[in-house]
């Protein structure tokens, strides 16, 4: 049997967060920086960065194999890095519209909620070799 684990890692990039502490803004918590999707057609994981900023900010969502500033990426093999398997990226928020590979302004307040949703939008194929797939998604922040 053939093991194929497809994960993402996410990694978080505050700028000037210690430089201006007078605008009392960081990052809050994250629920998860290592995702794992599961090897089927539709297998969803997910993020959540909660971050508290009363002034203005702007945030950038990245990813490493990024297709598109619709979220489409993928996941690559880290052996052989011609076989690679489609994903459908997603950012949510209680406000503001969000673009993958744009740096936009954030929204304020205190417990502000990004979601980040990925999907697997392929069907396993048999030639795919078994090993890791991944994909580094990246969140910059700068205060």
Sequence with gaps: ??????????????????AKPYKGCGVDRITETNM???NY???????TIFINCNSGYHIKFQSRNLRSSLGDSFL?????????VN???????????YVWGRSVSGITGSNIKYSIAVVFVDYLNR???AGDYEDTISVNIGF
């Design 127 to 129: 030639n795919l070799p």
């Design 87 to 97: 994903t459908r990226m997603s950012i949510n928020s209680g406000g503001g519209s």
């Design 36 to 38: 794992q999707l599961g």
């Design 41 to 47: 057609k539709g297998s969803q994981v997910g993020t």
């Design 1 to 18: 049997m053939r093991e194929i684990i497809f994960g993402i890692l996410l990694c978080i990039t505050a700028i000037n967060l210690y």
């Design 76 to 84: 690559q093999n880290t052996i052989y890095p011609k076989y690679k």
